[in-house]
């Protein structure tokens, strides 16, 4: 029997975004408030566990969630560009008008033709492939313990799909994938055992953030927060 390794995906905690736009990968969105309790509470439920490597998306709210984890566990993580949250044709859209942002601004319908791929973003493929890869160098730094990986909604929700073989096709409300939750990757030396998932953080989301996890009209929130 190989060695048994866990890779867990983190969702960072809420973004103060008062704009209420899409932000995907814009600069200067940090932690609320909220959102750094969020990730304290992180660094607390996983801070005694065998986490010995660490890895984070290089936008600030990423790499801000992972900083109580990593001082708690004595670690400096390894920035990754390629969990990364996916590149989005609707970036710095505010889509709180619902249906009528569709109606004052028509050049977005043009994004819409093709949920499959999709061809509002970053095909699911692609962002699968690079979170995969992240994940077996996350693996082999590892090996025998523990890491994390912080990143984004949409990308670990995509690859958790790869990984249970299942369709990329979904509604965004499907998505299982809370604020600053756990989506962990069991490894039995090279080979995949066992996706499991969970939310330490989750009695701290805000109730209207768990049912509108996406923007009306059906237009990607990847992560609004």
């Known amino acids: 029997m190989g060695d048994r390794t866990i890779v867990h995906l983190l969702r960072h905690g809420e973004v103060h975004n008062p704009g209420g736009v899409l932000y995907g990968r814009l600069d200067g969105f940090h932690l609320s408030d909220l959102g750094r309790q969020m990730a304290h509470r992180i660094a607390e439920a996983v801070g005694h566990r065998d986490i010995v490597h660490m890895r984070t998306s290089p936008l600030e709210r990423a790499r801000e969630t992972g900083a109580p984890l990593a001082e708690a566990r004595g670690l400096t993580p390894t920035v990754d560009p390629r969990v990364i ?6 970036q710095g859209v505010n889509f709180g008008g619902g249906a009528m942002t569709f109606v004052k601004q028509p050049w977005l319908l043009r994004h819409m033709y093709n949920p499959f791929k999709p061809s509002w973003g970053e095909p ?7 979170m995969v890869a992240a994940i077996h160098d996350a ?6 313990h523990e890491a994390v990986i912080v990143s984004h909604q949409l990308p670990i929700w995509t690859t958790r799909l790869f990984l249970e073989k299942r369709s990329y096709l979904h509604h965004p409300k499907s998505r299982q ?3 600053c939750s756990l989506t962990s990757v069991v490894f039995d030396g090279d080979r995949m055992v066992q996706v499991r998932y969970s939310e330490p953080a989750g009695d701290l989301i805000p109730v209207a953030d768990r049912s509108a996890p996406f923007s009306a009209g059906g237009a990607p929130r990847e992560d609004r927060p």
């Open 177 to 179: 994938c809370t604020l």
């Open 139 to 144: 693996r082999d730094a590892a090996r025998g």
């Open 85 to 90: 949250e996916s590149s989005n044709e609707f």
């Open 124 to 130: 699911y493929d692609e962002i699968a492939g690079r």
